[in-house]
Nanobody
Framework: QVQLVESGGGLVQPGGSLTLSCTASGIMFDMYDMSWYRQAPGKKRELVATINLSGVPNHADSMEGRITISRDNARNTAYLQMNNLRPEDTAVYYC??????????WGQGTQVTVSS
């Protein structure tokens, strides 16, 4: 059974930082591209960042300069470090693993709320 379990979300003040984690089980983690998406209330789910199986990151423009995506294949875990958070970053953040169009999985999401 494949599981992607996110953690690290919560309430943070504007300007603060959070690091999200996504731990995978049931897949050959090092064969998957890993991504973080987010979905704010009333909005479509949008891509935040991707790190491919070779470890090359790609960050979306919306959070460029404020995030770092990384992975630790030994721990089957992907990370999203977020700095200088803004109220508009409030959303549910989802982990996504993709090997090909048949092998792709979502986590259950973790809430990030940026508010004073």
């Amino acid at each position: 059974q494949v599981q992607l379990v996110e953690s690290g979300g919560g309430l943070v003040q504007p300007g603060g930082s959070l690091t999200l984690s996504c731990t995978a089980s049931g897949i050959m983690f090092d064969m998957y591209d890993m991504s973080w998406y987010r979905q704010a209330p009333g909005k479509k789910r949008e891509l935040v960042a991707t790190i491919n199986l070779s470890g090359v990151p790609n960050h979306a423009d919306s959070m460029e300069g404020r995030i770092t995506i990384s992975r630790d294949n030994a721990r089957n875990t992907a990370y999203l470090q977020m700095n200088n958070l803004r109220p508009e970053d409030t959303a549910v953040y989802y982990c996504y693993a993709k090997r090909n169009y048949l092998l792709q999985y979502w986590g259950q999401g973790t809430q990030v709320t940026v508010s004073s």
